[in-house]
């Protein structure tokens, strides 16, 4: 399993074009006879997800749908499991049944006062209108021997019925991976996101930004993560943004290098520059064991499904992958390879670096993988000069970039590469090794 994220430092540099025609060389690539459906394209702008409406291909459910199962999940029925623990206690220990110093009823005490309660949606629940009062009442129930003061309130929750609903909840809470993966036969991979802004409901951007909720989406990507050979990660503008840490699991990163002009270069710089300071502080963090929250969360997960030595090879090996666009000559891509040089120099890091930045590829000079918002966008086997760079690329995410020169290597070499024509005999033999590996 190898998962590539395809990163641009803004919108319309033509990260989502390149994303699907990557897959689309690579599906076809690994089909020699052999199983189907061994690619996912993974959608994962949330803001503006455009991937299954320019594919024509609308799955039964989007990230919208799982944000809210997740939702539910973890502000709604989770939530409510700690207000289920908060009633039963307090009720038993007003009606005399545990003392004030039972530990459980302690803990659940400062739960109570601690409770995060801007995502609860009381209307949405049969007894939401008495938590959401008894909540209210925090200021004035300051310890425990306070407690009875709940007691009219408490007479309005059904403490059985309340358990029986919070059950049908966590059933209903858990995603079924199937419904929100669609496999277009027409070109032989799969498509999982969205085709409404998930971020476009107030409640999403707030949870979006909890660890707990977090935590939850990339178990369940994990779950994705797991049945396919490849997944390549549409992000949006900039990155991953609030979701650094699914940069952890992810193998390969191609940065889409934007030559149009000097500040659309110095963003492409700087876009590498973030990631490579994001890399090192947490391969500092996670070697000292200073990871906190959703960090340390993911990693303890990974360590127990990947083992602690291949999680940190892992972290200390991430592939760094240039794809050069919108240049209009050789000359662009020598200017931007010095520009870069000389940037890592400054910083003290073209040595550790000049070696693990390939160059992956690049569109044809004088061509631009333009974004357009339609039907146009998948362009592979429609355009032989493009498809031959997307093949290109294909044949370096099956090499793990073995193949690519990296910056560390001359211009003359780098130009020379980005500029061969397609030698079937080599895809067939990277197809042939693919294959293998796999059996």
Do not use: W
């Not at 930004?209 to 993560?225: A, G, Q, S």
């Amino acid at each position: 399993m190898s998962i590539i994220s395809v990163v641009g430092p803004k919108g319309g540099i033509g990260k989502t074009t390149l994303s699907i025609n990557a897959t689309a060389a690579l599906t076809r690539a690994l089909s020699s006879g052999k199983l189907n459906n061994r690619i996912c394209l993974l959608d994962l702008d949330l803001r503006l997800p455009t991937i299954t409406s320019l594919l024509d291909s609308h799955p039964s459910k989007t990230f919208y749908d799982l944000f809210e199962c997740l939702g539910k999940k973890t502000y709604q029925t989770d939530f409510l499991k700690i207000v289920y623990q908060l009633a039963t206690h307090f009720q038993a220990y007003i009606d005399g049944k545990i003392p004030a110093r039972n530990e459980k009823l302690i803990e659940v005490f400062h739960h109570y006062h601690v409770m995060n309660t801007d995502l609860f949606l009381a209307s949405e629940f049969k007894f939401g209108n008495a938590i959401h009062e008894m909540l209210m009442k925090r200021g004035e129930v300051k310890n425990i021997s306070q407690l009875k003061k709940l007691q009219p309130i408490l007479k309005k929750i059904d403490l059985d019925e309340f358990k029986r609903i919070l059950e049908e909840m966590n059933e209903a809470a858990r995603p079924v991976m199937e419904e929100y993966i669609s496999y277009i036969e027409e070109y032989g991979f799969s498509i999982l996101g969205g085709e409404v802004p998930i971020l476009g409901k107030r409640a999403h951007r707030k949870r979006i930004n909890e660890p707990e909720f977090l935590l939850r989406f990339l178990e369940f990507l994990d779950t994705v993560f797991q049945q396919f050979e490849h997944v390549i990660v549409d992000t949006p503008a900039g990155g991953v943004n609030h979701m650094s840490s699914l940069m952890n699991v992810i193998d390969q990163v191609l940065f889409v290098f934007d030559l149009s002009n000097n500040i659309a270069i110095n963003g492409s710089i700087d876009a590498v520059h973030t990631f490579i300071d994001y890399y090192e502080e947490f391969q500092a963090d996670y070697a000292k064991g200073q990871l906190t929250g959703l960090d340390r969360a993911h990693v303890k997960r990974l360590i127990a499904q990947k083992g602690k030595g291949d999680l940190y090879h892992s972290i200390k090996n991430k592939k760094l992958g240039l794809v050069f666009n919108r240049c209009q000559s050789n000359q662009e891509i020598v200017k931007a390879l010095q520009m870069l040089r000389e940037y890592l120099d400054t910083l003290d890091k073209y040595h550790q670096y000049k070696t693990r930045i390939q160059i992956v590829g690049m569109v044809p000079n004088n061509k631009v993988i333009n974004i357009t918002n339609n039907k146009k966008s998948l362009f592979y086997n429609m355009d032989i000069g493009l498809s031959e760079r997307m093949d290109q690329i294909a044949k370096a995410i099956l090499s793990e970039n073995t193949i690519c020169p990296t910056l560390a290597d001359d211009d003359k070499t780098i130009i020379s590469y980005l500029n061969k024509i397609k030698k079937p005999m080599l895809l067939d033999k990277l197809t042939r090794m693919a294959g293998s590996s796999t059996n």
